[in-house]
């Protein structure tokens, strides 16, 4: 009988009221690569389960407490200091970090270790304090898409790559006597905070944002995060911004682009085709560029979306081997550029050098922007981006904080100052669980992207 390896992905999230994948396809490249390596491994089976990432970190907590954990499982990167902190049964930490598991070895069962071919930046997001806990499977990053045809009737000739840039062509946009209403729309959203934070330098939490040491503190309120936000409200008091109204909300500004009432629209490059789909709907012309930095700030690619697969401490041996061979051959040469059809960016170096070679056709409208941001040299650890307890309930109190600074003329500073005792309140509730004698699993374990 074969070894089985129960590995859990991360699924794409359903539409409202729908049975339909947000992201129809999402995984099937792990799927794809789990029976390859059954087929080059008989004596093992990986065995891949999908649930909603969303309920992930629950779902395995839960088997943590019928004594079944799967062996394989793939958090959402807002989850990866919740899957650090998730507990076995006898409050030992349930995960065991991927480098450390491999040690020195260069192949496990025959796979080449592929760890030190990882993209640098993206091996920073998912590490902590020089270590690799876990392994990617997926990384995106925020990027503009742009209606190129309005551009040009603008006499806009290049995307703008910094926050004065787009404000002056939003201003461009706004003289056509027939042109969109607003210039741009963007998601009232967790990940682009924390980015246009890190863009500037700053940090969301202590410990050089969670990567030297546990995030103890919170800052929502740094000038940095004031910085976007008064900017962000400005652009929205002179027209120039169009807000949907609702949290988290990627579709509806991708969707108001899609019926030509703004000229750009800020989203994930994983959408970069279905943005295509709506450019070619709405007859236009679809063009994309880098996410605007603040100013003349270096520019800093992170921090990126994405997922990574965690390793269950304590299997027996024969069963880590053949999961962490599985995880090297995940992202193999050859399914590292499968990946990249399938919405992610290059995750290797190798892919990411046949992604950038002028023979190779772009797989989705902004890939090559994106790339470009993934690899960008500019890399601190905190440019990694927060590694933060219940990072998605920080997200929450953030941008509610920013819908009242939008829609109900809330004073930034004041309320971004109770938004921070808010999520230190948050913070210090996983911290307590985490840190407690015997530690336990923390309580906040539903996620977001």
Not at 50 to 64: F, H, S
Not at 79 to 100: H, I, K, M, S, Y
Not at 109 to 132: C, F, K, N, Q, T
Not at 303 to 332: C, R, V
């Amino acid at each position: 009988m074969p070894i089985v390896i129960e590995a859990w992905l991360g699924d794409s999230a359903k539409i409202e009221d729908s049975e339909e994948d947000m992201l129809p396809g999402f995984g099937n490249p792990i799927v794809d690569a789990a029976e390859s390596f059954n087929r080059a491994h008989p004596e093992y089976q990986v065995r891949i389960r999908k649930i909603d990432y969303r309920e992930l970190p629950k779902a395995v907590a839960e088997a943590v407490a019928r004594g079944n954990p799967p062996d394989l499982a793939e958090y959402v990167y807002t989850a990866t200091q919740v899957a650090l902190d998730t507990r076995d049964r006898n409050g030992e930490p349930l995960f065991v970090p991927v480098q450390r598991a491999i040690g020195d070895r260069a192949k496990i069962l025959g796979e080449p270790v592929v760890i030190g071919d990882l993209m640098p930046s993206a091996r920073d997001y998912w590490s902590r304090g020089g270590e690799l806990v876990s392994m990617p499977t997926s990384v995106t990053s925020n990027i503009l898409f742009a209606n190129k045809t309005v551009l040009e009737r603008a006499g806009i000739d290049r995307m703008p790559v910094t926050w004065q840039e787009l404000e002056a062509a939003c201003c461009a946009v706004a003289e056509l006597a027939d042109g969109p209403p607003h210039g741009v729309t963007w998601p009232n959203y967790g990940w682009l905070f924390h980015r246009e934070v890190v863009g500037q330098g700053g940090l969301f939490s202590n410990g050089d944002n969670g990567r030297t040491g546990r995030s103890t503190r919170v800052f929502l309120d740094s000038p940095e995060l004031l910085r976007y936000v008064k900017w962000w409200q400005g652009m929205h008091e002179s027209g120039h911004y169009h807000y949907t109204g609702e949290l988290n909300d990627y579709f509806g500004g991708m969707e108001a682009f899609g019926r030509q009432e703004v000229a750009f629209a800020v989203t994930s490059s994983a959408v970069g085709d279905v943005m295509a789909g709506m450019a070619a709907e709405g007859g236009f012309e679809l063009t994309a560029g880098h996410l605007p930095r603040s100013g003349d700030q270096p520019y800093s690619g992170g921090p990126f979306g994405g997922q990574s697969f965690f390793l269950t401490a304590g299997l027996p041996k024969e069963k880590e081997d053949g999961a962490l061979a599985f995880l090297q051959h995940q992202l193999d040469p050859e399914h590292a550029i499968t990946r990249m059809r399938d919405r992610s960016l290059p995750l290797t170096l190798p892919a990411y050098e046949q992604a950038m070679a002028e023979h190779w056709a772009e797989p989705f409208p902004g890939f090559r922007v994106a790339t470009e941001q993934l690899a960008s040299p500019n890399r601190t650890p905190a440019g990694a981006g927060p590694l933060l307890g219940n990072l998605n309930g920080v997200n929450g109190v953030m941008i509610a904080a920013m819908h009242d600074v939008l829609v109900s003329g809330a004073e930034p500073a004041s309320r971004f100052r109770l938004a921070t005792e808010e999520a230190q309140a948050l913070l210090d509730r996983h911290n307590a669980a985490a840190l407690a004698y015997p530690p336990v699993t923390p309580d906040a374990l539903t996620v977001t992207a």
